[in-house]
Each structure stands twice: as structure tokens, then as C-alpha cells.
């Protein structure tokens, strides 16, 4: 009995460890169901075909280099071969050398941009800084030449990868999709990035969401949510891996979202249904004639998929690049008009100014965040219709209640030049409205002081109060 | 016997003793599902908790792949996973830690003790024919199930998870987690459950210890077992209705019913102006500490309902292995005693770091310091039972030594914990961690494991098999002592518990080593346990056909048949001397003297029977 | 078999005491304290873990001792009988008494310690009148209020306070007191380096005080279950010279009155 005891035991200690690893058949990009839904299945064949195309799998992905993401990109000319180990000379300005140092370099892919193995891409054992050699993983199909020119890219992405899995995925989704296992617990939800749109933000209303303010979302988190503070967990340079991570996922997230709004038209899931009942032709007929469609637009160089995927990058792309620009960061003209009870008078008078900015319809005359918008219904663009429940929502469709300025919790930032930014440019994604073209940046000022005063204003009155406990305060006034 | 052949007898026993009803056998219902006989019910006790044994160590064996291989896919679980790439999620493993405890302790350790144990044994020992109240003893067991039910369905809402200690506001305000919904309601029921349960169960045990002895047995010639199980009886009375009575509060301080029920509910544990998750803010005027109080009450108690039968039973077992009387018995008497009213006053241990006056943590510490004394006492009683004895190494005797042995670092290591300041360090790592799996595993479980091998032929007449149980002794050994001795470094590193990823804080990042080793260890440890299983089962139907006294013991129990019909003993027992004349000179024949064995004097070897009456 | 059995139950002990020895005398295996403690009461713990752990090993070694010498001799009994003793009266109470008179001094001797952590009237004057910062621990991270350079904290937040997360800053060489606060469930706030941990209850305000030794960056942890993220609660202590603490703070004032332009306008010192 005990040698097949002992064999039993081992087959299932053996079959327990198995999946000691990452398991890629799990850890992959879903689709958006609520915007692929609607688009026919094949349709959305399409699209996933073309988004793993550019951006791969979560375990293998793609560093797709029009894209505005640092992947860690070293380029440069080889100077010879030798076997599977090639020396190299880097051109110094469009290479960040530091990343080579990364252990995520390993597996990460060397493309070739000219010379024999021209658009061929190889995978990478190593690089040895000594002799600036790359070991390749397996032999080269031709021997590159001396001066062919190569790209090296991805490994902060992967980096970046495995940091976002450890510490964001549970919350964001794979995708960021801010679905993660434990979203549904959490309110507000988790941020979805696939609208490429984040609310605060120190670049205008019409600009993305620059790296600085990514930076200082996870330095500082955001009070009052689940979103903690990343610092002192993340390092400086695990921050920046992150940041480029999860913008490759909001660029992702764009791209899929558009190129599935625009197959919808055309492509809806039930169009084969609708039309075998206009046309009384089969519905097989039909669909046959749907993916005859769709082999014509993915083949149309001129004004299919591949001219459409350009057009949106090329609109992404510029919009994620000119967030990094500093002229599209608020800065106040003037420097903050000293936070004197005149100022806050005139900020309290323009607060609840019916015209104008119309700050108590939302935040409420006392800035509880009882406006009467609160209960009322308000449009949704998308469908063209009413929103079902009562009250705000945002762009996610999430319901969402204006600030209670009365609790100190400023989500976006406590410093008078983030209330600012709030104040003069809006909050993106959400019905905060910009005012700075209605108001000066004086006016602002008197509302920031306002707003920063609204929590000690004895006027007003406070939040929820009850007896202390055993001699202690229980207010939460904290502003924190 | 099979199984089956138990029925046979039962149902010729019956027609025997039970002439006036003209009963006819009993259904297999009456007979083996909603029996009244306390073998029984001991028995389905025990194939219970051991069933749930697996299942609480298959959610521990998730908590250790985690700390061991952290975010990957782990076996079995991982798949639940899919829309996280197989990775658990970190409220995942919160219920894993949870539930492994909360099963372990209702559902394992106090059952397995007081239900299976305890059941099977009073009436034997005391050499009564049934416990005093059969209906209340069966209803006892079948208060488990819808306990098992009430854990099953928290799973359906992905598992309590608050910490088996389930400590408000976590626990009470259903946006503090998400396990905090329907899920914990679903805990505290079946907590409750397992209360009743016990509650029924102890009524019945004093009742019967005190009442129904055999004729001769006083007190102080009651086995060990017997005063473990009574004590632990008059602890669980005494406790459990403060958990029962907590649950309930929190119960109702959860409530909030739908429509014009909304928000009605008690505050005990809440205090006012608590703003989680972005909720209403909370209106109380409670205290979460005070939930502390009343658990504590209850659970610190509850340790040593989980300790003392197991120590009575490795007392008798010992003895009987050792070939000679327990050393110092009433002493041993006294100190049981000892433990459990000092159990009672020891709750704020637990509490030290918690907030509350810091001069009842003086109080506290002195309490807890002294019940280390009734606990040294024992120890060194059993190291004194060992001493001058003959001893055979036999797997019931493995697993008395293991007993000893694992109590006293279980023991030691309790008075780091017990001194409050070192507590304030640690307090919440894993030095506390190993402490209480060193006394309840390494030391009661160990017990059970030998106690199911010792008392197995009484149950089942047949023997189980030796070598499987050196095996499983052996793995089980090694495995447990790899698994939580170096958590004692880990505490004193600081590693704090219920940590789903510690190794983002630089000071705990090197112990990543250490935690694979527990791991490895942890798993030998577990997957032994399909030996004990397996042996088990088997020899129900395989074992090596065992008479009515295997191990040559002196207790009422082993005079009766094995297994013992209904009525347990053909022949009325009546007391004659204490349990643990081994080797006494005035019996020069045996070196063992049963309690039932009127012959006062020395024996003529021709006269010498196999069994103890005539 | 016998030997077997016997040797191995001698065995595990013996590697217990060994492991136990080399993860105390090999500090770079990380296996034991995270470094001597950096305050001068949470050494004053560790002596008495140390005076402990003396006893109970003397005591382990002892009862291991016995045991393995009691199990040899039991295995091997060339007698036909045991001993036959129901037990010893003297030796219950030896074994009664010394281990009584052990455990009570054990219980006493460390009362003040433990006082001089917990009860307010023995803290430090000058922290408790002046707390450093008010902590308050939330789900899943540590907010810190500072009262403004020259103020003393106050129980409502003012206007003027400054605020950081999950980096609290001390001075080191005198003793500092925090107020610790829960904004929604149990936390609690373990500094590992320093020996200290205290619960932050909901609705209570519990003061912590102690004196950090030395300067460094050390880490600041949840050690009270209090949801998924309990373990993400990676927080830090900087304990740093007052000139630095000082500059600290006045930077934190800047950042936070930040308008735009380099220097912070002036702020009204209005308060309700």
C-alpha cells in the first residue's frame, strides 16, 4: 500500500504545483461589453485582432512606437556579429541607456529598422554594458550587416506591467478598465482609463492628462477614495514605469473604444437579423456577406481599418503629446489674492451667484453638495435621452454627487492652485463646468479662498455631529 | 465488525433488553443518520470534523501560496480568478485566513474534542449505558449542520472575512469590506449554530458526569478525559452565552431592512459621525471596543475548551502506554481546574494593544504570567508519568510525546505574549501565530491523532494500521515543526499577520525565503493528513480485528465489547479502584488492574482472563 | 526503533535551540529583530524579551532534557514492571512553588515599563503638551495634520495646519507625541524599529508618545486587520534633527499655500 500511497502523493503534490506561474490563457485584455455589445461579433473580431496587433497581450506585449509611452527605447547601428551576440553603438539621443540595465530586458525584443532582417523582431537574453553587446535569445534568421540599424524597446513597459499587476489590477482591471475583482466594493469606482480621460488635472480643459499629474495622483492619492497614497510603497523610477503603463492602457483603451463606436454603424450584432427580415434573404446569406464587408474594409488601404486606426492615433497621439507640453499646464496669471475676509466675501458672492459659474445649483447655498441638481435628471449625450436615476453622473455613467466643501476633502489636491485649476478649467469627465472664461483669475482667487474657508465658517453648518464618547471628540472634522 | 454488523447487534440487543415493547429494529434513519445512541453520535462528529479538517486546510494551504509565491496563480483557486489574470484578489485572501480559522476552531478543534470525543467517551468511562439527555445530544450534532450550511452559504457571498475575531466597524458596517454584507450575517448565524451546539452539549456532559456514574466511580477515580470533558463542560457553559449574546449584538447592529425598516438598528459597537467608503455617515454613540470584551470573553476560554479534553485524553493514554499511574493526579485535577478559572480572567490579553485603560492591562498581564503554573505543572506531571515507566513506540505513543513536547514551546512561547510590553511588539505578528498553532495543533491535534488510533477499536473493533500511522506521524511531525517554527523569527522580525502581500515593506522584503520553506513544510504537512484519512477509512473495513481490550487499559470503556452494543456494557460495570493502577505490586500477574475488576488480591496465572469482569 | 524514536525526539529541540541561535547571532539573515531599537524604551522591551527568552530556554532545554532522559530510559527498561509512584507530594510542590515565584517576578518587574508606554500621567511632559502631529489612519493609507510652525496642535483642524500622507516626520532627541485617530475601521500603528503599536479605534483619540535615538527612515505599518488593502498600508517614519524637522515643515507650508508663483502670498491669519 504505501508505494502507491507514495505515488499518489507525489502526482498530487505535481499536479497542485502546476500553474506556479502567471497563467497567460488567464491574464489577457477583455472587451469593453458595454460598447461591444451592440457591434456584431464578427465586427469585434476585427477589433481585437487589430488591438493585439499594436499593443499585444498583457504577458507579451507590443511596444507599438507611434505611440507617445516611454517603453525604454534604445536605438542604434550594429558593429558585428558573433553568433547570438551582436555589439552595438547607440545613438545616444534617442536612447535611454539607464533601461538597459533593467531585468525586464530579458524576453524584451529587438526590432530591426533596416539592413537584412529589416521589420523582423528578435527576443533578447541580455545586455552586457561592458562591451555593449546584446545576447539574443535565438539565432538570427540572416546575419545583420555592420551599420544596420535596430530598435530596442518595452522593457519599462513590462516593468511597468508588473507593478501595475502587483499593486493596481485588482482595482483597475487588466484593461483599466476599473473593474477589477474588488471595484464593485468600492465608491467612487475605480478609475476606467479607456475613455483616456482623467479628472484632475493641472492642463486645460481641453488637454489630457499629463505625466506630472498622473505622478502626483499616485504620490498623494486621492482623500476621500479608495486610491491611496503610492508613496512611500513605489519608487521614484517604479512611479514613472507605472504612469507609462497606464497610459499605453488608456491609449489602448481609446483606440478600442473608437474603433468599436465605428463599426457599430455599420456593423451592428443584429444587423444580419434585421436585414433577413427586410430582405427576406437568409440570415447565413447575410452574414456571409457581412464578413465579405468587413474582409474589403480591413484590406482597403485608402479608407479602411488601417486608414482609420491612423486617423484616431494621429489625433491621440497629438493629444497625449501636447499634455506634456507647459503651455497647455494653468498657471494663474496673478499670484493669490490674499485670503482676507473681503476676499472671501466677494468669492461667497460670485458662489452663489445664480449666473455665472451657478456653483449652489450643484454644490448647494451652503456648499453641502445639495444643489438642486442633485435630484434632478439630467441628459445623457450618449443615448440622447434622460439618465434613469436621479442626479449628476459622469462621463462613465456613474452617478456622482458635487463635492461637500464643508468636509475639507479636496479629491484633486488641497493647494489654492489646485482648487484653481478645478475651478478655472472644470473637472474632466465630470459636470464640474470650466468658468475662466466667464470670470478673471482675481474672481477665482476670492472663490479659492472661499472654498478653502468654507470648512472653518461657523456660519455654516457642519457636518453630522453626535454626543463624544467617554469624554472623547468624535467629530470627523478632520479635513482630511 | 463492519458497520452493518453493528446494526445486527443493536437491533438483537434491543429485542433483548426491550422484551415489553415488542420493538422491531430501528430504521436506518433512527439507527445512523438521527441517532440517539452517543457511539453515534460521536461518530458522526468525528467523520464531520474530519471532513472539515481538509477543508480548513486546503483554505490554509491558500494563505500559505500566497505569502509563498505571491500574485500567481494558485492551484485550485486561481481559476475563480479569471477576470484577474489568476491572480487572487487581496479581499480573496482576507476570507482565506478567515474561514481557515473560523472552520478550524467551530468546526474542527471544539468538536472534534467536546462533540466527537467527549460524546463517545463519558458514558463508556463513567460506565454509563447512554448520556443523560440522548434526544439533546442528538440535536447537538444536528445544530453542526446547519452551522456548516450557514459558513457555506458566507461563501456564496464570497466568504466572511473580517478575521475569525471579526472585529467591528470591519465587520459591522457592510461598506467597510466587501465581505461585510450578507457574508458575515451568514457567520454570525452559523456561529451561533456551533454555539447552541456546544451549549447543548455541555448541559448534557455535566449532567451525565455528574449523575450517571457507575457505581464506585467517585470523582476522583473519574479518568482524565473525564475531567477534562467536565471542565471543559462548566467553561463552556459559563462562555458561550457572552458570544452568543455578542453575535446577536452584532447582528442587530447590522441590520437594515428594506423600506420603512430601513436604517433600524441597534449602534452597540458604532460610534457616531464614522464616514466609510464614502457612506452616510454613521449615527452611534457604541463602543467597537467593547465587542473585544465580550469575544474575548468567550474565545479566550474557547482555547482551553480546544486544550483540556485533549489533555485529559493524552493523560490516560500516556499512562496506559507508560505502563504506570499518571503521576500526580489530583494535582493534574487541579491544575485543569487551575487553567480554566484563571481562563476566565485572563480575556485582556488579547487586548493589550487595543486602546482600553492601560491599568487593566496590568491586571491582565499578571493573570495571564500565572496561568503558565497549572500548565508547567502538567507538563512536568507527564514528563514524571513517562519517567520509570516501560515504554513501546507505538503511533499512539508517538503522538502523546509529540503532545508534550509541542505544549511545552507552545507553552513558553505563550510568555513572551504574556508580558504586555513585549506584547506591544508582538502583538499581531506572527510569533503570536505560531504560539496558538503550537498549542492547538502541535498540541491538541496531535492528541486527537492519537486519541482516534487509541480509541479506534473501541469504536470500530479493528485496529488501525501502524506503519501508515508512523508515516503520518512522521510527516505530520517534521512538516508542522518546519511549518511554524521559524514563524517564531518571523514575528520577532516583525512580520505582521494577515498580510496578503508583505513584501512591499522594505523591512520584510528578505523573508520571502523563509515563507517558501513554511510553505513546503506547510504542504508535507497537509497532504500527510490523506494518510490518516486514508488509514481511517480502511480499516473500518481492513484493520486488524481488535478484542475488547487492545491496549491492555484499565478503563470502564474497555470492558464493555468493541464495538460496545447498545446499552454499551453487557454486563453492568461497577468502580473499583482508580484508572491508573499499572504495574501495581498487589497485581503481580498484569501490569495493568481494571477499574471494573473485583479481585482485590493477586492472581493465580491460570485465572488470569483476557477481559476484567467475570 | 527505540534509538530511532528517542533520538529523534531529542533531535527537533536540539534544532529548534540551533535555528533559534543562529537567527539571533546572524543578524544579516534578518531572522530576528529589524536592528537595536532606535528608541531607549523599546530597548527596554527587548531586555526583558531577552530576560525571557533566557528563562524559558533554560526552562526548554531542562524539560526537553527530562524528557528525552525519561523517554530513553522507559524504552529500554530492562525491568518487568514500571515504577509504580501515583506521583511525589515534594516535587508538586517544587515544581509548584519556583515556577510561581519565576513567573509572578516575571509579571511585576515589568510594570513600569509598561506604564511609562501607556498611561498619560507618566508620559514625558513635553510631549504630551505638545503633540507633534495628529495621524489618523484610514482605509488604506496614513494622513498626517501638522500644526503650522509655531502652533501648538489643536483638536479641530485649523485653517492653517499642514497635511502630508504616509511619510510622518519627527525630530529625533525628545520625546514626541502623536494624536492617533481611525477615520472609518480598527487600524493600528506599528513602527517595528521603534517597538511601539497602538490600535486606532473609531472614535476614539489615542496619543502615542516616544523619542527616536537616532535619525533614519523607518517603517510605519498597519497592524490591525482593517479590510483588503491592510497590507498596502506602507507608510514611513522620518525621524530627522530639528533643524530638519523645522525645514521640513516649512516646505510642507509652501507646497501647500503653492499658487503658482515662487513665493506663497501672504495667507490672513483669520480663524473662526
Redo the contacts between chains.
Keep these: 500500500m504505501s508505494a502507491r500511497v507514495w505515488r499518489l502523493l507525489v502526482m498530487v503534490l505535481a499536479s497542485a504545483l502546476a500553474g506556479c506561474s502567471e497563467d497567460a490563457s488567464q491574464m489577457r485584455f477583455a472587451q469593453n461589453a458595454n460598447i461591444a455589445k451592440p457591434v456584431h461579433r464578427k465586427a469585434r473580431a476585427v477589433v481585437e485582432k487589430t488591438l493585439e496587433e499594436h499593443f499585444g497581450t498583457p504577458l507579451d506585449s507590443v511596444a507599438w512606437l507611434k505611440l507617445p509611452v516611454n517603453y525604454g527605447k534604445a536605438e542604434g547601428k550594429v558593429k558585428s556579429v558573433d553568433g547570438r551576440s551582436l555589439t552595438v553603438d547607440f545613438t545616444q539621443e534617442t536612447s535611454d541607456l539607464q533601461s538597459l540595465n533593467s531585468p525586464e530586458l530579458n524576453h524584451a525584443g529587438l526590432l530591426f529598422t533596416s539592413g537584412a532582417n529589416q521589420g523582423k523582431s528578435f527576443l533578447l537574453a541580455g545586455y552586457d554594458a561592458s562591451d555593449k553587446s546584446f545576447e539574443l535569445l535565438t539565432t538570427l534568421e540572416s546575419t545583420p550587416a555592420e551599420g544596420d540599424q535596430f530598435v530596442v524597446a518595452g522593457q519599462n513597459l513590462r516593468h511597468g506591467r508588473k507593478l501595475y499587476a502587483r499593486h493596481c489590477q485588482h482595482c483597475h482591471g487588466i484593461n483599466g478598465d476599473g473593474d477589477g475583482p474588488t471595484a464593485k466594493y468600492l465608491n467612487p469606482r475605480p478609475r476606467d482609463y479607456r475613455l483616456g480621460i482623467f479628472k484632475f488635472t493641472s492642463t486645460n480643459k481641453d488637454t489630457k492628462v499629463s505625466r506630472d499629474d498622473l505622478k502626483r495622483i499616485l504620490s498623494q492619492g486621492i482623500p476621500g477614495t479608495y486610491m491611496p497614497a503610492f508613496v512611500p510603497m513605489l519608487k521614484d523610477n517604479e512611479l514613472t514605469m507605472v504612469i507609462e503603463y497606464v497610459r499605453w492602457l488608456a491609449m489602448r483603451g481609446e483606440l478600442e473604444v473608437q474603433l468599436l463606436k465605428d463599426l457599430k454603424n455599420d456593423y451592428a450584432a443584429d444587423r444580419a437579423k434585421k436585414e433577413a427580415q427586410e430582405t427576406k434573404a437568409s440570415t447565413s446569406d447575410i452574414e456571409k456577406q457581412i464578413a465579405k464587408q468587413l474582409e474589403e474594409y480591413v484590406a482597403n488601404p485608402t479608407e479602411g481599418l488601417s486608414a482609420f486606426v491612423e486617423n484616431v492615433t494621429g489625433d491621440m497621439v497629438s493629444a497625449w503629446e501636447s499634455a506634456e507640453m507647459t503651455d497647455t499646464v494653468i498657471m494663474p496669471p496673478v499670484p493669490r489674492v490674499p485670503d482676507t475676509p473681503e476676499s472671501r466675501e466677494r468669492g461667497k458672492s460670485l458662489f452663489v451667484k445664480t449666473d455665472g459659474g451657478k456653483c449652489i445649483n450643484c454644490h448647494g447655498p451652503t456648499g453641502r453638495g445639495n444643489g438642486f441638481q442633485t435630484e434632478d435628471f439630467q441628459k445623457n449625450d450618449a443615448t440622447g435621452g434622460f439618465y434613469a436615476k436621479r442626479g449628476l453622473h459622469d462621463s462613465w455613467g456613474e452617478p456622482i454627487k458635487p463635492r461637500d466643501l464643508t468636509r475639507g476633502i479636496y479629491r484633486g489636491g488641497r493647494r489654492p492652485i489646485d482648487i484653481y485649476r478645478r475651478i478655472s478649467q472644470g473637472i474632466k469627465g465630470t459636470p464640474m463646468p470650466p468658468v475662466a472664461a466667464t470670470v478673471t483669475p482675481e474672481q477665482i482667487w476670492d472663490l479659492v479662498n472661499y472654498v478653502l474657508s468654507v470648512p472653518f465658517d461657523s456660519a455654516s453648518p457642519k457636518p453630522a455631529k453626535s454626543n463624544s464618547v467617554a469624554g472623547q471628540p468624535s467629530e470627523q472634522g478632520n479635513a482630511n | 465488525m463492519s458497520a452493518v454488523g453493528v446494526a445486527h447487534e443493536h437491533g438483537h440487543e434491543q429485542e433483548h433488553a426491550h422484551g415489553a415493547h415488542g420493538h422491531h429494529q430501528q430504521s436506518f434513519m433512527q439507527k445512523y443518520v438521527f441517532s440517539t445512541d452517543h457511539k453515534m453520535i460521536g461518530m458522526q462528529f468525528l467523520f464531520t470534523t474530519l471532513l472539515m479538517l481538509m477543508v480548513g486546510g486546503a483554505l490554509a494551504l491558500g494563505v500559505r501560496w500566497q505569502l509563498a ?5 494558485m ?2 483557486f ?2 475563480l ?7 487572487i ?6 476570507m482565506l485566513f478567515t474561514m481557515h480559522a473560523t472552520v478550524m476552531i467551530f468546526l474542527v478543534v471544539i468538536p472534534v474534542l467536546a462533540g466527537a470525543f467527549g460524546n463517545f467517551l463519558i458514558p463508556l468511562m463513567i460506565g454509563a449505558d447512554d448520556m443523560a439527555f440522548p434526544v439533546l445530544n442528538m440535536l447537538s450534532y444536528w445544530f453542526m449542520i446547519p452551522a456548516i450550511a450557514c459558513f457555506g452559504m458566507s461563501f456564496v457571498y464570497g466568504g466572511a ?3 475569525w ?1 471579526s ?4 465587520s459591522e ?1 457592510r ?4 465581505s461585510s454584507g450578507p457574508a458575515q450575517t451568514y457567520w454570525l448565524l452559523g456561529v451561533t449554530f456551533v454555539g447552541v451546539s456546544s451549549m447543548m452539549g455541555s448541559v448534557n456532559y455535566m449532567t451525565t458526569i455528574i449523575n450517571m456514574r457507575a457505581p464506585g466511580m467517585t470523582l476522583f477515580r473519574m479518568p482524565l478525559t473525564i475531567w477534562g470533558m467536565f471542565i471543559t463542560a462548566i467553561l463552556q457553559a459559563f462562555a458561550l452565552p457572552v458570544l452568543t449574546a455578542a453575535g446577536f449584538m452584532l447582528l442587530f447592529d447590522r441590520f437594515a431592512f428594506g423600506g420603512w425598516l430601513e436604517g433600524i438598528h441597534t449602534v452597540f459597537f458604532t ?9 452616510a ?1 454613521t ?7 467593547l465587542w473585544q470584551h465580550l469575544f474575548w470573553f468567550y474565545s479566550h476560554p474557547a482555547v482551553y475548551i480546544m486544550l483540556l479534553p485533549a489533555m485529559g485524553m493524552t493523560s490516560d493514554m500516556l499512562a496506559c502506554m ?10 493534574m485535577v487541579y491544575s485543569m481546574s487551575a487553567i480554566a478559572g484563571l481562563g476566565f480572567i485572563v480575556w485582556g490579553h488579547h487586548m493589550f ?3 482600553m485603560n ?2 487593566l ?2 491586571t491582565f ?2 493573570s495571564t ?2 496561568i ?2 497549572p500548565s ?2 502538567k ?3 507527564w ?2 508519568t ?8 507505538n503511533t499512539v505513543t ?1 503522538h502523546c ?2 503532545f ?2 509541542m505544549f ?2 507552545g507553552g ?2 505563550g ?2 505574549m ?5 506584547d ?2 508582538i ?3 506572527y510569533i503570536i501565530v505560531a504560539h496558538f498553532h503550537y498549542v492547538v495543533f502541535g498540541t491538541t491535534m496531535f492528541g486527537v491523532f492519537g486519541a482516534i488510533q487509541f480509541w479506534f477499536p473501541k469504536m470500530f473493533g479493528r485496529k488501525m ?1 501502524e ?2 500511522g508512523k ?1 503520518h506521524f512522521l510527516l505530520t ?1 517534521i512538516g508542522f ?1 518546519g511549518a511554524f ?2 514563524m ?3 514575528g ?3 512580520f ?7 513584501y ?4 520584510l522584503e ?2 520571502l525565503p ?1 515563507n517558501q520553506f513554511i510553505t513546503i513544510s506547510a ?1 508535507i504537512m497537509g ?1 500527510a493528513q ?2 490518516l484519512l ?1 488509514n481511517f477509512v480502511i480499516s473500518i473495513f481492513n484493520g486488524q480485528k481488535a478484542g475488547r481490550n487492545p491496549w491492555n487499559a484499565n478503563g470502564l470503556e474497555w470492558s464493555a465489547p468493541s464495538p460496545p452494543g447498545h446499552g454499551n456494557f453487557d454486563i453492568p460495570p461497577v468502580c473499583y479502584r482508580g484508572p ?1 493502577e ?4 498487589n497485581r503481580a500477574d498484569q ?1 495493568f488492574w481494571m477499574q471494573t475488576d473485583p479481585n482485590r488480591g493477586p492472581k493465580k496465572p491460570a485465572e488470569v482472563v483476557a477481559h476484567g469482569h467475570t | 526503533m527505540r534509538k530511532f524514536w528517542c533520538a529523534f525526539f531529542v533531535f527537533s529541540p536540539i534544532v529548534a535551540i540551533i535555528y533559534s541561535i543562529i537567527s539571533s547571532m546572524v543578524p544579516s539573515l534578518g531572522w530576528w529583530f529589524p536592528g537595536a531599537s532606535v528608541t531607549e524604551l523599546g530597548q527596554r522591551i527587548d531586555n526583558l524579551f531577552y530576560l525571557i527568552l533566557y528563562i524559558i530556554t533554560a526552562v526548554f532545554i531542562g524539560t526537553q532534557v527530562a524528557m528525552g532522559y525519561v523517554l530513553w530510559r522507559a524504552s529500554r527498561s530492562k525491568d518487568e514492571r514500571s515504577w509504580f509512584s501515583h506521583g511525589s507530594h515534594s516535587l508538586e510542590v517544587i515544581w509548584s512553588v519556583v515556577p510561581s515565584v519565576i513567573l509572578l517576578f516575571l509579571a511585576l518587574y515589568q510594570m513600569d515599563v509598561w506604564a511609562l508606554f501607556r498611561v498619560q500621567a507618566y508620559f514625558p511632559k513635553e510631549a504630551r503638551e505638545a503633540p507633534v502631529a495628529e495621524v489618523t489612519a484610514r482605509q488604506f493609507e496614513w494622513r498626517i495634520r501638522y500644526p503650522a510652525p509655531g502652533k501648538k496642535l489643536q483638536l479641530k483642524p485649523q485653517s492653517d495646519d499642514l497635511y502630508d500622507v504616509n511619510d510622518l516626520h519627527v525630530p529625533i532627541n525628545r520625546p514626541v507625541m502623536i494624536q492617533l485617530r481611525s477615520e472609518d475601521v480598527q487600524h493600528s500603528f506599528f513602527l517595528p524599529h521603534l517597538r511601539v503599536k497602538q490600535d486606532a479605534v473609531p472614535g476614539q483619540i489615542i496619543p502615542i508618545w516616544f523619542k527616536a535615538e537616532r535619525q533614519g527612515i523607518f517603517d510605519l505599518t498597519c497592524a490591525e486587520l482593517c479590510g483588503w488593502g491592510h497590507y498596502k498600508m506602507r507608510a514611513q517614519l522620518t525621524a530627522e534633527r530639528e533643524a530638519e524637522y523645522e525645514a521640513y515643515l516649512k516646505k510642507l507650508q509652501a507646497d501647500q499655500n503653492y499658487d503658482g508663483h515662487a513665493t506663497p502670498s501672504a495667507v490672513a491669519k483669520k480663524d473662526e
Excluded at chain 2, 69 to 73: A, D, I, K
Aim: positive net charge; glycine residues 10%; contains cysteine.
Design positions: 509565491f505571491p500574485w500567481t496563480n492551484p485550485i486561481g481559476p480568478f479569471a477576470n484577474a489574470g489568476g491572480q484578489s487581496p479581499e480573496f485572501y482576507t472575512a473580517a478575521g475575531t472585529y467591528p466597524l470591519l458596517l461598506v467597510a469590506a466587501p460610534p457616531a459621525g464614522i464616514v466609510v467608503n464614502n457612506a455617515p449615527v452611534g454613540g457604541g463602543q467597537p471596543l507508560c505502563r504506570k499511574p499518571i503521576f500526580g493526579y489530583k494535582p494593544t487595543s486602546g492601560p491599568a492591562g496590568m498581564m499578571v504570567v500565572m503558565a503554573l508547567a505543572v507538563v512536568f506531571n514528563i514524571g513517562i519517567w520509570g515507566g516501560r515504554l513501546q513506540f508517538l510525546i509529540a508534550v513536547s511545552i514551546v513558553l512561547s510568555i513572551f504574556a508580558a504586555v510590553p513585549v506591544i511588539y502583538h499581531d505578528t494500521n506503519s501508515v508515516w511531525y515543526n517554527f521559524p517564531h523569527m518571523l520577532i522580525a516583525g505582521p499577520r494577515r498580510y496578503a502581500d508583505p512591499i515593506h522594505p523591512y528578505h523573508l523563509l504542504m497532504f490523506f494518510l486514508g491508573y499499572y504495574s501495581n505490586p501490569d
